[in-house]
């Protein structure tokens, strides 16, 4: 009995016309953003912190985190940015016990980065 010996080895041009064969997409489309109307910036994720901090019950770590897709320690840092930048955090406990911030007022003046 005889061993067939099969062929396994492809070219690599025909390895490479195989990757391509799914469909190109127009440029943007499958994103999963919807678009931005032209009239309106669109907010940035700061923006976004902020106004959940200015709800009247504040917002949790695990909140923010939820909300804008981050991890418990980018979260944090987002708001030693904030306070950084000025604005105002309240730290205060919940019924519950959960830890949860708010800002309390309008940005105040803040000292240049540089001139420390």
């Given at each position: 009995?005889a ?11 025909a ?12 440029a943007?489309?499958g994103?999963?953003?919807?678009p ?13 912190v902020?106004?959940m901090?200015q709800r ?12 804008m ?6 979260t944090?840092a987002a ?28 940005v ?9």
């Open positions: 009995m061993k067939i010996k099969s062929s396994t080895k492809v070219s690599a041009a390895a490479k016309s195989r990757r391509r064969t799914g469909a190109k997409m127009p943007g489309a994103s999963g953003n919807p931005v109307a032209a009239d309106r910036p669109a907010e940035t994720k700061q923006a976004h902020v106004r901090l009247d019950g504040g917002a949790s770590v695990t909140e923010l985190a939820a909300a897709g981050w991890l418990p320690h980018t944090r708001l030693t940015r904030l306070r950084q930048n000025g604005h105002e955090l309240v730290k205060d406990k919940r019924d519950t016990g959960e830890t949860f911030y708010r800002i309390v007022n309008a105040r003046p803040t000292r240049s980065r540089k001139a420390a």
